[in-house]
């Protein structure tokens, strides 16, 4: 047999070193595939490891296959410890009665999810979340099941938390909604009292008020009466002492100076007590209401006030229908007239005094809204008020206020800012206006 060449590999040989090198190269691979792999199941641990949840794998037989760090943890062994072991071993057998229906849904293949309050061994007095993930073979059957389980017991003591602070914030609601309730009831009630009271206050004012109307009707008929039987009675009496005196004055006019002296002093004295008395006649009953009307009254009134004679400038303005304004209204706004001029005259010390009179409606048409009202005014431009207001000598102003308030009117008076007094009354037309 021929023996190779040196340095020569034989054919043979050569081949057994490619196989070499290609086995060589084949291992290389494979280590470094083993090596990723490793590399890959470490990085999936730890990712598994790292989280929250309980992370676990059973096969059919209920031994475990797989659990991350925490599953571990909480039962109580190294991970590779509960590896092998069955799911008995490590929750107990009462536990795994409890979740048996579960389980037997998961290895019929339905993916199970369930909330669970548990008091086991690893895991005492815990509310979980729970999953399991059936894993099925090339032939669809089930192999096992992952399972996951995650602690919500913060959540559910939240929620409880939530559901206690809402159920104690409906009871403080319904408890005060109820306190409300009785406290609203209570106004209401004191409400009622007040109106009860407040009408009982209005009917009381409007007797008072219907009284004084009374009252002052009641006056001016006992005034109209006084008036007429001074006219009638007096009136004839000292014209007739005036006869007499005349008669004794011209029988006796050569024959006895003193009679007739006599005579006519008797005769001057009538004279003078008959004007008293019809003074005192028009003080009581001003006539020109009865002959005239009240706009011809109250202009009467001014021209007699004697403002001229005071050195007073009258300017007045009495406003036209006027007719048929009820005669209490129409006395008690010539009485304030008459009053508030002899004021002017006797303590105002002014140049001027206007005086307006007027009639006017408020309100649209002739409805329940609609007032008809006469206004007074009468304004000076003397030394006005003094700062405490009216005096007591002017307790005439207080009686004419009273008497305009019983007719449901107001009176105002005050200082102009220009100097002197403003005085402005304001009374309803006609009887029914304030009696309700």
């Given at each position: 047999?021929?023996?190779?060449?040196?340095?020569?590999?034989?054919?043979?040989?050569?081949?057994?070193?490619?196989?070499?090198?290609?086995?060589?190269?084949?291992?290389?691979?494979?280590?470094?595939?083993?090596?990723?792999?490793?590399?890959?199941?470490?990085?999936?641990?730890?990712?598994?490891?790292?989280?929250?949840?309980?992370?676990?794998?059973?096969?059919?037989?209920?031994?475990?296959?797989?659990?991350?760090?925490?599953?571990?943890?909480?039962?109580?062994?190294?991970?590779?410890?509960?590896?092998?072991?069955?799911?008995?071993?490590?929750?107990?057998?009462?536990?795994?009665?409890?979740?048996?229906?579960?389980?037997?849904?998961?290895?019929?293949?339905?993916?199970?999810?369930?909330?669970?309050?548990?008091?086991?061994?690893?895991?005492?007095?815990?509310?979980?979340?729970?999953?399991?993930?059936?894993?099925?073979?090339?032939?669809?059957?089930?192999?096992?099941?992952?399972?996951?389980?995650?602690?919500?017991?913060?959540?559910?003591?939240?929620?409880?938390?939530?559901?206690?602070?809402?159920?104690?914030?409906?009871?403080?609601?319904?408890?005060?909604?109820?306190?409300?309730?009785?406290?609203?009831?209570?106004?209401?009630?004191?409400?009622?009292?007040?109106?009860?009271?407040?009408?009982?206050?209005?009917?009381?004012?409007?007797?008072?008020?219907?009284?004084?109307?009374?009252?002052?009707?009641?006056?001016?008929?006992?005034?109209?009466?006084?008036?007429?039987?001074?006219?009638?009675?007096?009136?004839?009496?000292?014209?007739?002492?005036?006869?007499?005196?005349?008669?004794?004055?011209?029988?006796?006019?050569?024959?006895?100076?003193?009679?007739?002296?006599?005579?006519?002093?008797?005769?001057?004295?009538?004279?003078?007590?008959?004007?008293s008395v019809h003074r005192i006649m028009r003080r009581l009953r001003p006539r020109a209401l009865d002959d005239l009307g009240l706009a011809a009254a109250l202009q009467s009134c001014v021209d007699g006030a004697g403002l001229q004679a005071s050195g007073i400038a009258g300017h007045a303005s009495i406003g036209t229908g006027l007719e048929g304004v009820d005669e209490t209204v129409a006395i008690a706004a010539y009485r304030l007239l008459q009053e508030a001029l002899t004021n002017v005259v006797r303590h105002a010390a002014a140049r001027?005094?206007?005086?307006?009179?007027?009639?006017?409606?408020?309100?649209?048409?002739?409805?329940?809204?609609?007032?008809?009202?006469?206004?007074?005014?009468?304004?000076?431009?003397?030394?006005?008020?003094?700062?405490?207001?009216?005096?007591?000598?002017?307790?005439?102003?207080?009686?004419?206020?009273?008497?305009?308030?019983?007719?449901?009117?107001?009176?105002?008076?005050?200082?102009?800012?220009?100097?002197?007094?403003?005085?402005?009354?304001?009374?309803?037309?006609?009887?029914?206006?304030?009696?309700?």
């Amino acid at each position: 047999m021929p023996r190779p060449s040196p340095g020569v590999a034989p054919p043979a040989t050569e081949d057994l070193m490619e196989e070499l090198r290609q086995l060589r190269a084949e291992n290389a691979r494979l280590r470094a595939q083993v090596e990723v792999e490793r590399e890959e199941r470490e990085l999936l641990r730890f990712l598994v490891d790292s989280l929250p949840d309980f992370v676990s794998y059973v096969d059919r037989d209920l031994h475990y296959r797989f659990c991350n760090r925490r599953y571990a943890e909480i039962a109580g062994r190294a991970a590779e410890r509960v590896v092998g072991m069955h799911a008995s071993d490590v929750l107990g057998e009462e536990a795994l009665r409890h979740i048996q229906p579960h389980v037997e849904r998961a290895l019929l293949g339905e993916w199970v999810q369930y909330e669970e309050h548990i008091d086991y061994r690893f895991g005492a007095d815990q509310y979980v979340d729970v999953q399991y993930v059936p894993r099925f073979g090339p032939a669809s059957e089930v192999q096992g099941f992952g399972v996951v389980v995650r602690n919500i017991t913060a959540e559910r003591k939240a929620q409880e938390a939530l559901r206690e602070n809402a159920a104690n914030l409906e009871n403080r609601v319904r408890e005060r909604t109820e306190a409300l309730r009785r406290s609203n009831e209570a106004l209401e009630r004191e409400n009622e009292a007040r109106k009860t009271a407040e009408q009982a206050v209005r009917q009381k004012g409007e007797q008072l008020r219907r009284l004084a109307r009374s009252l002052i009707e009641a006056q001016e008929m006992e005034r109209r009466n006084l008036s007429r039987e001074l006219h009638d009675d007096i009136g004839q009496i000292l014209t007739a002492v005036r006869a007499h005196a005349s008669v004794i004055r011209n029988q006796h006019s050569s024959s006895d100076e003193v009679c007739p002296r006599s005579a006519q002093t008797i005769m001057d004295l009538s004279g003078h007590l008959y004007e008293s008395v019809h003074r005192i006649m028009r003080r009581l009953r001003p006539r020109a209401l009865d002959d005239l009307g009240l706009a011809a009254a109250l202009q009467s009134c001014v021209d007699g006030a004697g403002l001229q004679a005071s050195g007073i400038a009258g300017h007045a303005s009495i406003g036209t229908g006027l007719e048929g304004v009820d005669e209490t209204v129409a006395i008690a706004a010539y009485r304030l007239l008459q009053e508030a001029l002899t004021n002017v005259v006797r303590h105002a010390a002014a140049r001027n005094v206007w005086i307006r009179v007027v009639r006017r409606k408020l309100g649209r048409g002739s409805g329940p809204n609609a007032r008809d009202l006469l206004r007074v005014s009468v304004e000076d431009d003397g030394r006005g008020l003094p700062e405490e207001g009216v005096q007591p000598q002017r307790l005439g102003l207080l009686g004419i206020e009273e008497r305009i308030q019983g007719l449901g009117g107001d009176l105002v008076i005050r200082n102009r800012p220009a100097g002197g007094v403003v005085l402005r009354a304001t009374i309803p037309v006609g009887k029914g206006e304030h009696d309700g």
